[in-house]
């Protein structure tokens, strides 16, 4: 059913804590994105960006409220439930999180063992393919430590989108990198996912990259608006 949003999200509310400590951190979010699209989600820090994040990416549970990805409902699921739908998404980190004690290829491999229907000998090809995707073709066999700053976060890139996921969620991905680096970053996230028609939702607060968005949104105070 392509006519489904990627995400769904109403009413969503949010709480820290319990007793007297809980406090609201998100208020009546609703948001659709749909596959092919990116977003692009703006504000200051401690606004709710990253939780919201952490909840699509079912990292936290839902409390209250609907939060939908690919038509399955994160609030009440089981767990094979929500490793699913875990395995239909590309998480992109502010630190690339990569392991040190694995080559590129293999960081990127590690991805593909989540996907029991892709063949163990289809690794080497498809893994190599996408490190070459992101420039990274000659570099297979290099460890973390002979990668630069945006080489490692080309990997990271690269491991998210190996297994062609429906949806990938980018938090702060340039943040750590020169604007040169950090827009060749945006540049392959958004040629991958217009090649895959996946749907991208990305955090940040580097100004130089909106211009890949199909919408903006802002998140200030727990509270979502178009930006």
Same mark, same amino acid.
């Given at each position: 059913?392509?006519?489904?949003?990627?995400?769904?999200?109403?009413?969503?509310?949010?709480?820290?804590?319990?007793? =007297?400590?809980?406090?609201?951190?998100?208020? =009546?979010?609703?948001?659709?994105?749909?596959?092919?699209?990116?977003?692009?989600?703006?504000?200051?820090?401690?606004?709710?960006?990253? @939780?919201?994040?952490?909840?699509?990416?079912?990292?936290?549970?839902?409390?209250?409220?609907?939060?939908?990805?690919?038509?399955?409902?994160?609030?009440?699921?089981?767990?094979?439930?929500? @490793?699913?739908? $875990?395995?239909?998404?590309?998480?992109?980190?502010?630190?690339?999180?990569?392991?040190?004690?694995?080559?590129?290829?293999?960081?990127?491999?590690?991805?593909?063992?989540?996907?029991?229907?892709?063949?163990? $000998?289809?690794?080497?090809?498809?893994?190599?393919?996408?490190?070459?995707?992101?420039?990274?073709? +000659?570099?297979?066999?290099?460890?973390?430590?002979?990668?630069?700053?945006?080489?490692?976060?080309?990997?990271?890139?690269?491991?998210?989108?190996?297994?062609?996921?429906?949806?990938?969620?980018?938090?702060?991905?340039?943040?750590?990198?020169?604007?040169?680096?950090?827009?060749?970053?945006?540049?392959?996230?958004?040629?991958?996912?217009?090649?895959?028609?996946?749907?991208?939702?990305?955090?940040?607060?580097?100004?130089?990259?909106? +211009?890949?968005?199909?919408?903006?949104?802002?998140?200030?105070?727990?509270?979502?608006?178009?930006?």
């Amino acid at each position: 059913m392509p006519d489904l949003p990627v995400i769904s999200i109403n009413n969503l509310d949010h709480y820290f804590g319990r007793g =007297q400590l809980c406090k609201q951190v998100l208020f =009546q979010i609703n948001l659709e994105i749909n596959a092919g699209e990116i977003i692009i989600m703006t504000g200051p820090s401690g606004g709710g960006k990253t @939780t919201l994040l952490t909840l699509i990416g079912g990292l936290r549970s839902v409390q209250e409220g609907s939060l939908k990805i690919l038509n399955q409902e994160l609030r009440g699921c089981q767990k094979s439930q929500l @490793t699913k739908v $875990r395995n239909q998404i590309g998480f992109i980190f502010q630190h690339h999180n990569l392991l040190k004690c694995l080559t590129a290829y293999g960081n990127v491999r590690m991805s593909l063992k989540l996907h029991p229907e892709i063949p163990q $000998r289809e690794y080497r090809q498809r893994a190599a393919a996408i490190l070459d995707a992101v420039g990274l073709g +000659d570099r297979l066999d290099y460890y973390p430590d002979k990668l630069s700053g945006g080489q490692k976060q080309r990997v990271a890139i690269a491991r998210a989108l190996v297994a062609q996921p429906k949806l990938v969620l980018a938090d702060e991905p340039t943040s750590s990198l020169d604007s040169k680096t950090g827009r060749d970053v945006v540049d392959i996230i958004q040629r991958l996912a217009q090649e895959e028609g996946c749907a991208v939702l990305l955090v940040t607060h580097d100004s130089r990259i909106l +211009d890949i968005a199909d919408r903006i949104i802002h998140m200030e105070d727990g509270r979502l608006q178009d930006g």
